[in-house]
């Protein structure tokens, strides 16, 4: 399964993922940009990072929605919202942890990241390649570090 990786010590803030995500979810009726499922976050003017749906294993805005319209997308991985099945409660907007789910502006009907289908513009625009989509390597568990009691505890002197 691939997913979309996030380095925040490559993002310039430069925004140009919000711009791709936004173009690539144009209204096909308005012909407007849709309202961008990518923010950038900056910490200070130096310090950006780009904040977007995690497609958790286990979505709090899937189990809230009471319509069952969102699920997860076999072919992308991604939770994928059903807009005709969306009874608009916004129960899933609330329910997110990360607050990754928005309104579109017009219609007040929730958007999140897709991943475009399998091919997120944000990642393909990203400058610095912040922001890249690839497949899931299975990470080695660390062996764990064994911390001195002494350690853990704080000593102050005045």
Do not use: T
């Given at each position: 399964?691939?997913?979309l990786f996030v380095t925040p010590s490559l993002c310039i803030g430069c925004r140009t993922c919000e711009l791709a995500c936004?173009?690539?979810h144009t209204d096909r009726e308005s012909l407007l940009p849709g309202k961008s499922r990518i923010s950038v976050f900056a910490f200070t003017p130096e310090v950006h990072t780009p904040i977007v749906c995690l497609q958790c294993d286990t979505p709090a805005?899937?189990?809230?929605?009471p319509s069952g319209a969102l699920t997860r997308n076999k072919e992308t991985g991604a939770i994928d919202?059903?807009?005709?099945k969306c009874v608009m409660c916004h129960n899933c907007v609330a329910a997110c942890p990360f607050g990754n789910l928005h309104l579109q502006v017009r219609s007040?009907?929730?958007v999140k990241c897709d991943l475009c289908g399998g091919d997120p513009m944000c990642a393909k625009f990203c400058p610095t390649k912040a922001l890249q989509f690839g497949e899931v390597k299975p990470e080695i568990p660390a062996k764990p570090e064994i911390i001195p009691e002494e350690a853990l505890t704080t000593k102050f002197s005045f």
């Open positions: 399964m691939k997913r936004s173009f690539a805005c899937g189990y809230a929605c919202l059903i807009e005709d007040q009907v929730p």
